[in-house]
């Protein structure tokens, strides 16, 4: 044959290529997720769902993994990578690795324990690695009478002592991550219903009132989407409503825009898949089991009813970096202790039950990159305690005397740095 052999699978123009000595492809890989062998290749084709790529857990140097965007379709579903435990260009395992281009082709090669795996080849310029939040932070709620308070929770799921003075006092507003490192808190309640926002800095500090930012509107819920930005939705004014403020990467709120979907509030709501976010249950004259996915442009889709135990003032966070839980909240059986796993594909999972003090009206947020924490809420009385979850979704016993007894707060992640 005419032209130069190359070492490498993605030789220059002009050039034959070879693939490297001992390659061998496997079948096309269909599935959510996929645990791949070194001097593999592997056609991944993600038309119906994302794909989290786990990579060897005890590569050898010179080791080597091919991955190619079989259906050009990762720009929809994109692919994570979960380097297992190994660096990734010099990052360590808790950073989100993700690669989401149309037509993309990654060759990664292991180079040693300093800096792990590193790509060969990057067709279609590839994300950089991004590490996920590391802290939250629970803020305002009621006591009986509403609190402008905060307590923040480390990378390791420790809640510390009240802080007090953060904004004007209110209960029942909605939050959510943004510019992949700080927050956003926004409406709720203060006897009346309110318009402004709050942003959370990646230190924790929580910045004065911005006012005038969409609908007053209360029992609001706001998700992270499109890895930087934030949607806030749904809610209550004299009844329940579907208008949708998005947020931009800097923490600028948009104007009001009528969303897809029922009407309600009480609601929770979590990012999923990387980049985008899911509302689901709520109240609107009875209690629902429905669900609304959000795309990575912000753009909320159709119902999708009947996932799970109708109920409202449950919360929901992300873990495991690209899923969701949804737990807790009240119907007319009473408090209840329950959860519902989200994959990274949207999919709700059936409840679970048994997770830690029935109760409703609490926070949740992301921690620790790939963690969550519940906090405070109401059995019928404030109570000032959290539960853990872990990067799988299981919901860990009580812990109790955490901060002023309260409900309604809000929570967001935020921080890079553990």
Not at 254 to 282: H, Q, V
Not at 289 to 310: H, Q
Request: glycine fraction near 14%.
């Amino acid at each position: 044959m005419s032209g130069a052999v190359k070492s490498n699978v993605f030789g220059s123009s002009g050039t034959v290529a070879a693939a490297a000595g001992g390659l061998k492809w496997e079948s096309v890989v269909t599935a959510s997720t996929v645990t791949v062998e070194s001097n593999r290749g592997y056609f991944i084709n993600t038309t119906s769902n994302a794909c989290t790529v786990t990579l060897p857990a005890s590569p050898d140097v010179g080791d080597q993994v091919i991955l190619l965007d079989y259906a050009r379709t990762w720009d929809t579903n994109a692919i994570t990578i979960d380097s297992n435990g190994n660096d990734f260009q010099n990052q360590s395992d808790d950073y989100i690795v993700d690669y989401d281009t149309e037509g993309q082709g990654i060759n990664i090669v292991f180079s040693g324990s300093t800096n792990g795996w590193i790509p060969n080849s990057d067709i279609a310029n590839a994300l950089e690695p991004v590490k996920g939040t590391q802290k939250a932070i629970f803020v305002y709620g009621y006591t009986g009478s509403n609190v402008s308070m905060r307590n923040l929770v480390s990378s390791l799921g420790v809640v510390a002592a009240d802080v007090t003075g953060a904004g004007t006092a209110r209960r029942g507003g909605g939050s959510a991550g943004y510019g992949t490192d700080k927050g956003i808190v926004g409406f709720g309640y203060d006897g009346s219903n309110v318009s402004m926002t709050n942003l959370i800095s990646n230190t924790g500090v929580v910045a004065s009132d911005t006012s005038g930012t969409g609908t007053a509107r209360r029992n609001i819920r706001a998700a992270t989407y499109g890895t930087d930005k934030a949607i806030f939705a749904y809610g209550l004014v004299s009844g329940s409503v579907n208008t949708i403020n998005l947020v931009n990467s800097s923490g600028v709120m948009a104007s009001d825009s009528t969303g897809t979907g029922t009407a309600r509030n009480g609601l929770a709501a979590a990012s999923y898949g990387g980049d985008k976010a899911i509302f689901a249950f709520g109240h609107v004259s009875s209690y629902r089991s429905m669900s609304n996915l959000v795309n990575s442009s912000g753009a909320v889709a159709a119902d999708v009813t009947g996932v799970g135990t109708a109920r409202d003032g449950l919360r929901a966070a992300a873990y495991g970096f690209d899923k969701a839980i949804f737990a807790y909240g009240s119907n007319d059986d009473g408090k209840l202790s329950m959860s519902n796993l989200i994959s990274n594909s949207g999919v709700v999972a059936a409840d679970v039950t048994g997770v830690g003090t029935a109760r409703s009206g609490l926070a949740a947020s992301t921690y620790g990159g790939d963690k969550a924490i519940f906090g405070y809420g109401t059995t019928g009385s404030r109570v000032s305690l959290t539960n853990l979850c872990s990067n799988t979704g299981v919901i860990s016993a009580d812990v109790t005397g955490v901060g002023t007894a309260r409900d309604d707060p809000m929570s967001s992640e935020f921080s890079l740095t553990a």
